[in-house]
């Protein structure tokens, strides 16, 4: 017999009405239990599936999420996909994958196409600096977490999880100057973004705190190409006097390309210069040589994530409103390896 495709069908082969059918299906209302056999006999033998999706937008309930992140090859970004479809899937949700590519346009074109297929939430990892967007949503009532990248201001206003990234970069300067490191310069990241801010201000403090002045020419700041343009900054200034003996890297990716520059240059790693970074990307402990890194739980908070968002989503169930905005701060290691 062929796949048969919608309840009606089912009815005609029963005999019944498509409201019995969608009665049994759903588990609800009484039937009587001859005809319940009657239509689930009808189903195992037509291989019958129900259109969940199409059910759930009709009862407005879909089910989906939508999980934004600015490009695929940024390489924090899988584990945090990995963490949060794992909930995800656990809850019976579907996850929408989107890429933002860093353009705004980009972005809210993503949460109006979401908006239309009623996704019932957004996890955003890929907020480049104006939230207006974000704010509007939730003035709508619709439930979003922000992981990672975020702003000061919206700490309290949104739900948003990340790592003490203040502490992270207080620990890996600290660490470097107690390994006997004396001129540390500092790739930062992107300024419009809160995270990187919050790594240099405790690269700051963790060297006032040590009596150490601030060489404006060991902070780097990042090129308009990314953290790709650190390979001729590196070489540039590993060629001056008084060059650095370490570089504290606010993201993996930018050490990785620090330490090939220094390779280039025939120069030790830590022997004549340490590379510390933050992440922890899977990368980053088959580098040469391995490469000591802030350890970020990238899968446990894409996993938190979810557990924010479905929180949003189950509090707006039943009260009909937004839960009060939530912050998680997650602990991070300094995992030591032989880069320094």
Do not use: W
Request: aromatic share 8%; glycine share 6%.
């Amino acid at each position: 017999m062929d796949q048969i495709t919608s309840i009606k069908e089912i009815a005609q082969i029963c005999g019944v009405s498509a409201s019995t059918v969608s009665r049994v299906l759903n588990g609800k209302s009484y039937v009587k239990e001859e005809t319940r056999r009657k239509v689930l006999d009808a189903v195992r033998r037509t291989n019958f599936r129900p259109n969940l999706l199409a059910r759930s937008l009709k009862q407005g309930n879909a089910r989906t999420i939508c999980l934004m992140v600015p490009s695929y090859g940024n390489l924090i970004f899988p584990e945090i996909m990995r963490g949060v479809n794992s909930v995800a899937l656990d809850r019976g949700y579907t996850t929408f994958f989107s890429i933002t590519d860093e353009r705004q346009e980009t972005e809210e074109g993503i949460y109006n196409k979401m908006r239309n297929q009623q996704v019932e939430g957004f996890i955003i990892c890929s907020a480049i600096g104006d939230e207006t967007a974000i704010y509007r949503l939730c003035e709508e009532g619709v439930p979003v977490v922000l992981v990672n990248r975020f702003q000061k201001e919206d700490l309290g206003r949104l739900d948003t999880i990340s790592v003490d990234n203040y502490r992270a970069g207080y620990v890996s300067t600290q660490y470097l100057l107690r390994s006997g490191r004396k001129r540390i310069a500092i790739a930062c990241g992107d300024p419009g973004l809160f995270l990187y801010n919050e790594r240099y201000r405790g690269y700051r403090d963790a060297l006032r705190d040590a009596g150490r002045e601030i060489d404006p020419r060991l902070v780097l700041q990042e090129p308009p190409e990314g953290h790709d343009g650190y390979y001729d900054i590196v070489k540039r200034i590993m060629l001056q006097e008084n060059a650095p003996d370490a570089f504290f890297a606010t993201a993996d990716p930018k050490a990785f390309v620090i330490m090939r520059a220094l390779h280039d240059l025939k120069l030790r790693i830590p022997g004549d210069v340490s590379v510390i970074g933050i992440d922890n990307a899977e990368l980053s402990a088959y580098m040469e040589p391995p490469l000591t890194t802030v350890a970020q739980p990238l899968c446990r908070m894409g996993q938190e994530a979810m557990q924010m968002l479905l929180r949003q989503i189950e509090y707006k169930r039943e009260k009909g409103t937004l839960p009060p905005p939530e912050t998680i701060t997650l602990p991070f290691d300094l995992l030591v390896r032989q880069s320094t």
